[in-house]
């Protein structure tokens, strides 16, 4: 019975998605009837047996017990355990089989009603009761009878052997009926399911029907006795609760409740045999949040923690009950769709998966967003065993999240091209020693003289069998491992040797460099960047190290000490994508910096949205009386080219001016610069902004029509 109500509390019986599921249900409750008919029928006796006062005494056990069911699940519904079927034996060793029969189906049936259960949940629960009572009485009327429990024969050899099976007639017909249930309404083979489940049933429910004739003894001998064995018993029950939620917690995750890789990996396995004997479709879908990161660096920790138990309910509450959520570590969940058509058909509850995590949630009054990468691997058409089923939903759900595509569906000709994360990651080491990264630099651009003032060196990796392999597809895995080191030495040593090729060649600019959370708390990075500088005789001013914000909460003592070391060597600093994290102003206060640059989300369609024209303006306002420099980033359109100048933006990069380029492709913007005059509509040599002016004012003035003149 404990068992029975973990799992279909999760998947409730009104489901009625299989045939055979459903068929099943109709003949358990009609079978639990059938039996409370066939025990009256068979009825020859006094119903009592002269055993009133114990069939009243155990009856109100019963009800008690299942009023009060202990969870030994304490992070999601269900995994209620109950000492019913102790007190639903002890009738049947005190009074007819229709007693025991009648009320404990009775009971089932209405406190399972009054808890808003299902009707047909309920009438399953105390039909499977009844059928499960019903042979152990068999068992035990035949063997022996209720009187012999009055006089000396209570305590004989025939006595006991009788008990005993009938509590294994019992439970094994309850065992029966509760794994195919399961194994019915999840589409999984029966065998396992029961090899599964009897190991949890027998530490509950054996150890529950072990105990149900030393409460009929004891209340025949004296009903005062009873609260006394009822207080050691519970010490007995709280154990075996304690340790059934030890191994449950072995299996799932402590923070989500889902299952754990191993649990999934397990039950994934016997869902693909299956599937493979029934020629059936599975899917598996691997999902890795977007955003997720950002979130633990800026908030910490527990905010971080509060999010993935949103993302786990909002995944359960997605779900059929057919299917299987898991969490198989950090950030990342899989799920195994069972019972699906097509392709298709996977790529559409993807989505819905999607849909169901991406609205923005509250925790502890702070609004939060996370998105996810999605990717859908089918059985068998994507793998016919578990791990290549994995391997090739990891490979479709980094493509999703290189390419932001939300949800991919797993090609096989990507197989060559597009291997998996943890590939890359080991191939990284080897293109580090083999010399396979290079460079390319996109200009920054003085937005009042044209004049290429800096580069941003921006990481490629010539893969001898990928080609140019670009850094969305291995730097977000490089930060988390230790090659970051190695990776950034090399980019800051390729940098520093170009920036002497072009100061020899007269052109004199910074080029910056991305340093990573790692480099800022590891204390012989300046020593490094100092070491790369001298070895070319680089004016240590010509480098400039872009940091984010996000990197200086990781540990913000180690960070400004490194930061302190690096202002020391010479080198320029500047908070890269600033605007999007949550200690803006103290890194202003505190940290020596030079410049700002300014996220792309802003500054994309800034003329048209007003709130990020506020920001921008604002953050410009605010460097500049700081004595910062600002630099906008992602600037893709002349209309937002002429709102930075507005604003006094002091320079730009983006698109719209150049892509990042070999050295050899930008030769010539370097020495001549940027005519933004000629990139200007006409409206742009008369304007005048005024700094005071409302938003929504400036957002008409600096409007531009389509045949490019300005806006009435």
């Known amino acids: 019975m404990s068992i029975v109500r973990s799992h279909l509390h999760a998947a409730p019986l009104g489901e009625r998605r299989v045939t055979l599921f459903s068929a ?94 299902p009707l047909v949940r309920a009438a399953f629960n105390a039909g499977q009761m009844s059928l499960s009572l019903l042979p152990g009485a068999w068992v035990f009327h035949a063997l022996t009878d209720l009187d012999k429990i009055d006089g000396n024969g209570w305590d004989s050899v025939l006595w006991l052997a009788a008990t005993l099976l009938t509590a294994v007639v019992t439970f094994a017909c309850n065992s029966l009926y509760t794994c195919v249930v399961l194994a019915l309404h999840q589409r999984l083979p029966i065998l396992p399911v029961i090899r599964k489940s009897v190991g949890v049933n027998l530490m509950m429910d054996g150890l529950l029907l072990a105990l149900a004739p030393v409460f009929a003894v004891i209340a025949l001998r004296s009903l005062l006795l009873v609260p006394l064995l009822l207080a050691t018993v519970w010490i007995i029950y709280r154990s075996a609760v304690l340790a059934l939620r030890n191994r449950h917690e072995a299996t799932h995750d402590l923070l989500t409740g889902l299952p754990n890789r191993r649990e999934f990996d397990e039950q994934a396995g016997i869902s693909v045999d299956a599937a493979r004997r029934r020629g059936e479709t599975l899917v598996l879908i691997q999902i890795d949040l977007d955003g997720f990161k950002a979130i633990n660096d800026r908030l910490g920790h527990h905010y971080g923690d509060l999010v993935l138990r949103v993302v786990a309910d909002r995944l359960l509450a997605a779900k059929r009950p057919t299917d299987l959520v898991a969490r198989l570590g950090g950030d990342e969940f899989a799920i195994l769709l069972r019972d699906v058509g097509d392709a298709a058909t996977a790529e559409v509850a993807a989505c819905r998966f999607r849909d169901a ?248 369609g800034m003329p048209e949205r007003p709130g990020d024209l506020m920001i921008v303006r604002s953050i410009i306002d605010l460097a500049h009386n700081l004595g910062l420099g600002t630099v906008a980033e992602g600037a893709e359109r002349i209309e937002e080219l002429e709102v930075l100048r507005a604003m006094g933006c002091d320079a730009v990069q983006g698109y719209l001016l150049a892509p990042p380029s070999t050295p050899e492709e930008l030769d010539r913007r370097l020495r001549v610069g940027f005519d933004l005059d000629a990139l200007r509509p006409v409206v742009g040599a008369d304007f005048d902004y005024a700094p005071d002016a409302p938003l929504s004012q400036l957002d008409v003035e600096l409007a531009v029509t389509p045949e490019g003149g300005a806006a009435a």
């Not at 090659?483 to 080029?511: D, N």
């Open 24 to 117: 099943y249900v109709a003949f358990v409750i009609a079978g639990g009837l059938s039996a409370i008919a066939i025990s009256w029928a068979q009825l020859s006796g006094p119903v009592f047996a002269g055993h009133e006062a114990a069939v009243a005494a155990f009856a109100l056990c019963l009800i008690v017990a299942e009023l009060c069911p202990m969870n030994w699940l304490s992070l999601q519904d269900g995994g209620e355990v109950t000492a019913s079927w102790t007190f639903a034996l002890c009738l049947l060793f005190v009074a007819e089989p229709p007693v025991a029969l009648m009320v404990m189906s009775s009971v089932c049936l209405l406190v399972e009603l009054v808890r808003r259960k």
């Open 357 to 604: 995590i991406t609205p923005s949630m509250t925790i502890e009054g702070l609004p939060l967003s996370v998105g996810g990468s999605f990717g859908v691997a089918v059985f068998p058409e994507h793998g016919e065993d578990l791990p290549s089923l994995l391997h090739n939903a990891d490979m479709a759900m980094y493509r999703a999240k290189s390419q932001g595509l939300g949800v991919s569906l797993f090609a096989s000709e990507s197989t060559e091209s597009r291997p998996a994360r943890a590939t890359l990651l080991a191939e990284l080491s080897r293109a580090l020693d083999e010399h396979e990264l290079f460079l390319h630099y996109q200009p920054r651009v003085d937005l009042f003289t044209g004049r290429v003032v800096g580069v941003e060196a921006l990481v490629r990796w010539n893969h001898p069998r990928l080609g140019v392999v670009q850094p969305a597809a291995f730097m977000a895995q490089a930060e988390q491992s230790d090659l970051i080191g190695a990776l950034t030495e090399r980019v800051v040593r390729l940098a520093v040797a170009q920036a002497a090729s072009w100061r020899r060649q007269g052109i004199e600019l910074t080029v910056s460099v991305n340093a990573s959370a790692r480099n800022l708390i590891d204390f012989r990075f300046p020593a490094m960047v100092a070491a790369a500088l001298a070895e070319h005789c680089v004016d240590p001013a010509a480098l400039e190290l872009e940091i984010t914000e996000n990197s200086m909460l990781v540990d913000p003592v180690r960070t400004t000490t490194v930061l302190a070391w690096l202002r020391s060597v010479g080198v320029t600093i500047s908070v890269d994508d600033f605007g999007t994290g949550y200690s803006s102003l103290a890194s202003l206060r505190d940290l020596t910096i030079d410049h700002v640059k300014i996220d792309r989300s802003f500054v994309s």
